[in-house]
């Protein structure tokens, strides 16, 4: 299959960034999954119906350790990349399909005012959970 454009626009994040190093060809690459949901409209009226629509996407490299450092539970995004085929055999040989969404373009929606509260807010948060 060939790749499918996908564009999600005025998602918000549904939790943290995932980031992590994964081990690469060369050398290790950053790697962030972020889950973001946007609410999809049908019908019109009385009729109208609303139900949201996660996706989970995968961002690589510098692209990943940005979204890492700036984006957080509640963020606001406009995201662009492909969907994709994935196929391989699993550990007992039986072939597994699914899907995967990689980021190639990501609009940052928040303001810088915006995403520096939502950051103290998470720190504060974790600092008394710990505590």
């Not at 999600?8 to 081990?23: D, I």
């Not at 609410?39 to 995968?58: K, L, P």
Request: aromatic fraction near 8%; hydrophobic fraction near 35%; glycine fraction near 8%.
């Amino acid at each position: 299959m060939s790749n499918v454009l996908v564009i999600q626009r005025h998602a918000h994040l549904a939790g943290a960034v995932k980031f992590e190093f994964v081990n690469g060809r060369e050398s290790k690459l950053a790697k962030a999954l972020l889950t973001a949901i946007s609410n999809q409209y049908r019908g019109s009226g009385e009729d109208r119906e609303e139900r949201a629509v996660a996706i989970q996407w995968t961002l690589w490299g510098k692209q990943a350790e940005h979204a890492a450092e700036y984006l957080g539970k509640g963020s606001h995004v406009n995201l662009v990349g492909r969907l994709h085929n994935n196929q391989y055999l699993d550990s007992e040989g039986r072939e597994v399909y699914g899907v995967e969404f990689t980021v190639e373009d990501i609009d940052y929606l928040d303001s810088k005012a915006e995403s520096e509260a939502r950051r103290t807010r998470s720190n504060s948060a974790q600092q008394a959970a710990s505590a």
